[in-house]
Structures are given as C-alpha cells and as structure tokens.
C-alpha cells in the first residue's frame, strides 16, 4: 500500500482541492465540528489522507495548532513508510505576509516547519500553492519567487518547478499539481490516477 497525504492550514482550499482532485472516487470534505483524526479514502491502491487543518478556528483554544501538529507529525512518524508523497497545501498570496509575521515573533511558521519536517524524513513534498486565482498573472512569478524563498527555497521559483504547484482549486486549474503527482506515481509504476 501507498499513502499520499495532504497537509496544511485551515482555509488554505485544501477541501476543495481534494474534492477536485478525487471528485466522486473519494468523499473528503467538512468534517462535522472539530475533529483532530485525519480522513482517509482509499483510490485503488492508493491511500489519500487528509489531515486535519492547523490553525485558528473559532470557539477553539489557540493550543487546537499545537495538537493538530504533534498529532500530524505522530502519525506521519508512524507511517512514514507507506507514505510516498506529501502535499503541503498553502494559501500562495497570503504565505508571504504569514511567514512575516512569525519570523517577527521569532517563531518559525507551522506551515515551513512542516514543509522541512516531511522533507528530513523522506517524503517526496510537494507545495500545492493554492488560490493563485487571486493573483495577477504578471504578478504571479514575483510572488512565487516570494513564497519559494520562505520555504528555503532559493529563488527563482522555476528551479524548483518540480516541488512548487502553483495552483486554483476555485478555478479547477490544477495542471501543474497533477503534473507533479503524475511524475511521482509513474516513477512508482501507478500511472492511471491523474
Ligand atoms: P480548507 O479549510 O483548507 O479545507 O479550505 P476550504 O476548501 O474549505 O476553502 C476555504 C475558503 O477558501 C473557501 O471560502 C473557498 O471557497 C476558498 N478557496 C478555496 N480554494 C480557492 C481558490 O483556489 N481560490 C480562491 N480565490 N478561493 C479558494
């Protein structure tokens, strides 16, 4: 078995990006209330989880980021072997001015140390950088240029074309993402998802 997963704050379109991905084949969505367990949906031998949002959500206690993490990276610890590939989905506008405002407070944004933590333990990540419906076109390489850099990412963002998916789950337009992710399964033999 081989496990993909999807990681990311809440209100980045990770929702809607799964239910464009997997349409029908696989009913991922809102949860019913806060629920800290991840959602799993199996696509022929394919396991895609979707792991609970990080961040912020009303009526919650600020501390539902640092159980949401410790529990991602648990499971991800626990698994790590079958999983193959990890999506970190981000809100690309927004990343930029998020990433900011941690540094400022000397924090490392939960979204960066994600993105580092998948990679030391081996996961082949990829950058779902979502919502770039929201950006203009010619506006859209310098903020990417932007968003590669707070990864670590050395710009320009193009040299790392093979890990950065910029992408508009709103729009559907999710070329680059499915380019991606076809790369990976055809290197694993799994050709027929995307
Ligand atoms: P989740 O909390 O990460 O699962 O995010 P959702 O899928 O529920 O989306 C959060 C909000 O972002 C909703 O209002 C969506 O309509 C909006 N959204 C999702 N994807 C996009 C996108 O590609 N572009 C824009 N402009 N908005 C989006």
Same mark, same amino acid.
């Given at each position: 078995?081989l496990?993909?997963?999807?990681?990311?704050?809440?209100?980045?379109?990770?929702?809607?990006? @799964?239910?464009? @991905?997997f349409?029908?084949?696989v009913?991922?969505g809102k949860r019913p209330? %806060?629920?800290?367990?991840?959602t799993?949906?199996?696509?022929?031998? @394919?396991l /895609?989880t979707?792991?609970p949002?990080f961040?912020?959500m009303?009526? %919650?206690?600020?501390r539902?980021?640092d159980? %949401?993490?410790?529990?991602?990276?648990?499971?991800?610890?626990?698994?790590a072997e079958?999983i193959?590939?990890?999506?970190l989905?981000i809100?690309? *506008?927004? &990343? *930029?001015? /998020?990433?900011?405002?941690w540094?400022?407070?000397?924090? /490392?944004p939960?979204d960066v140390?994600? &993105?580092?933590?998948?990679?030391?333990?081996? /996961?082949?990540?990829? %950058?779902?950088?979502?919502k770039?419906?929201?950006?203009k076109?010619?506006?859209?390489?310098?903020?990417?240029?932007?968003?590669?850099?707070r990864?670590?990412?050395?710009?320009?963002?193009q040299?790392?074309?093979?890990?950065i998916? *910029?992408?508009?789950?709103?729009?559907?337009?999710l070329?680059?993402l499915?380019?991606l992710l076809?790369?990976r399964?055809?290197e694993?033999?799994?050709?027929d998802l &995307?």
């Open positions: 078995n496990e993909i997963i999807f990681v990311g704050r809440s209100n980045v379109g990770k929702s809607s990006l @799964l239910k464009e @991905l349409g029908a084949k009913r991922i209330g %806060v629920t800290l367990r991840p799993h949906a199996q696509v022929s031998d @394919l /895609i979707d792991m949002g961040g912020f009303s009526g %919650v206690k600020d539902k980021q159980i %949401v993490k410790d529990k991602t990276v648990h499971y991800i610890e626990d698994n079958r193959k590939i990890g999506v989905v809100d690309g *506008p927004a &990343f *930029p001015e /998020i990433v900011d405002r540094d400022s407070r000397d924090q /490392i939960i140390e994600m &993105f580092d933590f998948l990679r030391e333990i081996g /996961i082949d990540t990829i %950058v779902a950088a979502n770039m419906d929201r950006i076109e010619n506006e859209s390489d310098p903020l990417l240029d932007e968003v590669s850099a990864l670590g990412l050395e710009p320009p963002w040299n790392w074309k093979h890990l998916a *910029p992408i508009s789950a709103k729009k559907g337009d070329k680059s499915k380019g076809r790369d399964l055809h694993m033999k799994r050709d &995307f």
